[in-house]
């Protein structure tokens, strides 16, 4: 039985379920299931497309490149480290005093790119998830956060 998460954006009253890709990032899936839960602040990406992000803590643990892709399909979800010097980050990552970025990337619909703007360029991230229960739903919230600017968003074990 696959191991699921919840994704809430509590201020919308809408969730949505995830499946994890144990199988094909496996080190990523167990570096983000050992930080559950994860309660922060989602931001919808600029220029990239139908996404929501959160920044995240670093891992204790390097995971590296696993399933990594550019191409995100609805309802995919990466997770996305970004090495100090190799990007222009956003000031949000100085903010919560990381030298490194590290972020989960939720896409929520067609016609999106996975880049990181400031590199102008696509950028690859460890697909780790994938929404298999209300998508629609979370989507439409989700495109309400482009309008409303930021919205919390808490990620939590989906357990029987």
Known sequence: MSRKI??????????????????????????????LPIHETAFHCADGGREIFILTDPFKEFVGVENQTIYPLPGDIFFYYL????????????????????????????????????????????HFARIVENLGGFARACEGLWRDGTGDLIVKKNEP
């Open 83 to 126: 090495v100090a010097g190799t990007q222009r980050f956003p000031l949000s990552y100085y903010k919560r005093g990381l030298a490194d970025g590290y972020d989960i990337a939720i896409w929520y619909g067609g016609d999106s790119q996975a880049h990181f703007p400031m590199a102008r360029a696509q950028f690859g991230g460890n």
């Open 6 to 35: 919840e994704l809430v954006l509590p201020k919308q009253r809408v969730f949505a379920i995830a499946e994890l890709l144990d199988l094909q990032a496996p080190r990523t899936c167990e570096s983000i299931w050992q930080m």
